[in-house]
């Protein structure tokens, strides 16, 4: 069940400047989170409330521990790579229901396909370059991390900064 935001967020830009600094906490350091998190949540508009109150249960004091949500010192921030094996390892089953020999002999291709790429990773083969969106958006959130890092700017200057990179306005 959504929390009919769409309007709000659509129309109000400090609602979505909020909404984009909430994402954004996956982004600041572990140590900021909580105390982020309670300034936004005393600023935010009364719209929010519920989205608030879901995500302090959900992620700040709930199932799923901080460490494990926060990106700050990972270097990928994506699950773009395991997105892209599933979908060829299901483009491969070519069936909807394969049996259980045909599941085998996928899984022994993709064994040795797994193995070719390990031979050529150790030989010295380029990995996949990364695209000039994601080299850019690393530049932008390693400076900001930099800056906060060397006392440049605060927790709050950080959340702002890094909010600017989430949900960029798309072309229609």
Not at 81 to 86: G, L, R
Not at 136 to 162: M, S, V
Request: with cysteine.
């Amino acid at each position: 069940m959504g929390l009919g935001l769409n309007d709000d967020y659509t129309k109000c830009a400090e609602t979505r400047e909020q909404c984009k600094q909430l994402i954004a906490l996956s982004l600041m350091p572990v140590h900021e989170v909580e105390r982020q998190f309670e300034r936004l949540r005393n600023i935010a508009s009364p719209s929010l409330d519920d989205l608030f109150v879901y995500f302090h249960r959900q992620w700040i004091d709930g199932n799923v521990p901080l460490i494990m949500w926060n990106f700050h010192e990972l270097d990928h921030r994506t699950n773009n790579i395991s997105e892209a094996y599933s979908r060829r390892f299901g483009s491969r089953i070519l069936r909807k229901h394969p049996n259980v020999w045909t599941f085998i002999q996928l899984i022994q291709s993709e064994n040795a396909r797994i193995e070719h790429l390990i031979v050529l990773l150790d030989a010295g083969a380029a990995t996949s370059k990364e695209s000039s969106k994601t080299t850019a958006f690393q530049k932008r959130f390693c400076n900001r991390k930099t800056r906060f890092h060397n006392y440049e700017i605060n927790a709050k200057q950080l959340l702002h900064g890094l909010s600017m990179l989430i949900g960029a306005p798309k072309n229609r």
